[in-house]
Nanobody, 125 residues
Framework: QVQLVESGGGLVQPGGSLRLSCSGSGLTFSVYSMAWFRQAPGKEREFVAAITSTGSETSYADSVKGRFTVSRDNTKNAFYLQIASLKAEDTAVYYC??????????????????WGQGTQVTVSS
C-alpha cells in the first residue's frame, strides 16, 4: 500500500521559514516525480512546486518562485519543501503527490497518482 506522509507544518509568523517533508512508502520512490500542492480555505487546490525523479529538473508556481525550494533524497524516500519569507497568503494545507512519470514537473493535479493527507501551514502574527 502506497503511503505519502507529510510533516513539518505549523504556525509561523510572517517572514518566517519552514521545511515541509514528505515520506514515501510502498512505492519505488526513486522513479516517481513529486510535487507539492496546497489548498487554502475556500479555494481550489493549487500547484506549488514539482521535481523529477532524479531531481534534475524543478518547476515552481509564479507565486512562490524565489521563496520556495523543492528537493528530494531518494536514499531516504523523502521529499522536501523549504519555505522562506512566509506570507499570510501562504496559509494552506500542503499536500505532497507522486507521479509515475519520472520526467514530469506537471502542475496538473490529475496526473498525480498518489497523495498524502496534508500538513497545515498557518502564517499569522
Amino acid at each position: 500500500q502506497v503511503q505519502l506522509v507529510e510533516s513539518g507544518g505549523g504556525l509561523v509568523q510572517p517572514g518566517g521559514s519552514l521545511r515541509l517533508s514528505c515520506s514515501g512508502s510502498g512505492l519505488t520512490f526513486s522513479v516517481y516525480s513529486m510535487a507539492w500542492f496546497r489548498q487554502a480555505p475556500g479555494k481550489e487546490r493549487e500547484f506549488v512546486a514539482a521535481i523529477t525523479s532524479t531531481g534534475s529538473e524543478t518547476s515552481y508556481a509564479d507565486s512562490v518562485k524565489g521563496r520556495f525550494t523543492v528537493s528530494r533524497d531518494n536514499t531516504k524516500n523523502a521529499f522536501y519543501l523549504q519555505i522562506a519569507s512566509l506570507k499570510a497568503e501562504d496559509t494552506a494545507v500542503y499536500y505532497c503527490a507522486a507521479n509515475r512519470n519520472s520526467y514530469s514537473t506537471s502542475n496538473y493535479s490529475p496526473r498525480y497518482n498518489f497523495w498524502g493527507q496534508g500538513t497545515q501551514v498557518t502564517v499569522s502574527s
